[in-house]
């Protein structure tokens, strides 16, 4: 079974420019986070859906960062203008919403905006 | 919302000896709870889960102790091993839905 694919692992930016991290899930799976990992820190949810639809982006700064899932498969979160303070690793999960069920997380795309 | 605390930040152990990593929490609603090791360059691998109906559980030489009167879980490595030098994060959540992790413990086990 394939895991949960990121791509791209790494991303270089000058402040103001956008940057797209694109997130494939294992298949069967219908709910999907994105979670930001500053460095030192712990993972902090940004996003997550149950198949198509937003379940709760509370903590995603809506101005400059957005994410879909438009056919509840793969996900793109996409940050418009980034800062320096976006530097992060991003972090893409997935989980078949049954009882018992394990989160399984991607590797991660590494950002790094100057 | 949930907060989480977890230390210590830091950890050396020699290889043989036991290293403990604890974290609390704030929402007595919390009923899943959880550990995470990360290597360098991988991402977040599942160590152990346990639901709030479990004070013990133990797995493969790691033991996870959940105290709910104090809101306080933790994890403990018995005889680590230089394979076990990463970084290790705790997890809870009220309904599953969404994590809510501790900033991390770097462990380093010296030969």
């Known amino acids: 079974e394939a895991g949960v694919t990121q791509s791209p692992r790494y991303a270089v930016l000058q402040e103001g420019q956008a940057v797209s991290f694109w997130c494939d899930p294992i298949?069967?799976?219908?709910?999907l986070y994105w979670y930001q990992q500053p460095r030192d820190q712990g993972p902090q949810l940004l996003v997550y859906?149950?198949?198509?639809?937003?379940?709760?982006n509370s903590q995603l700064p809506s101005d400059r960062f957005s994410a879909v899932r438009p056919k509840g498969t793969n996900s793109t979160l996409k940050i418009q203008s980034a800062k320096q303070g976006d530097t992060a690793t991003y972090l893409c999960?997935?989980?078949?919403?049954?009882?018992?069920?394990?989160?399984?997380f991607g590797h991660g795309t590494k950002l790094s905006v100057l | 919302g949930e907060q989480v605390e977890q230390r210590p930040p830091h950890l050396s152990v020699r290889e043989g000896d036991s290293a403990i990593i604890i974290c609390t929490y704030t929402?007595?609603?919390?009923?899943?709870f959880s550990w995470y090791k990360q290597e360098a360059g991988a991402g977040l691998q599942l160590l152990m889960s346990?639901?709030?109906?479990?004070d013990r559980k133990e797995e493969q030489g790691l033991t996870v102790l959940l105290n709910k009167k104090d809101k306080r879980l933790s994890l403990n490595l018995t005889a680590a091993h230089p394979g076990d030098s990463a970084v290790y994060f705790c997890?809870?959540?009220?309904?599953?839905?969404?994590?809510?992790f501790g900033s991390g413990t770097k462990l380093t086990v010296e030969p």
């Open positions: 999960a997935s989980l078949r919403d049954r009882l018992n069920e394990r989160l399984f």
């Open positions: 298949s069967g799976h219908d709910t």
């Open positions: 859906f149950r198949d198509e639809a937003v379940i709760d």
């Open positions: 929402d007595s609603a919390t009923a899943y």
């Open positions: 346990v639901l709030s109906n479990v």
């Open positions: 997890a809870v959540s009220v309904n599953y839905n969404v994590l809510y």
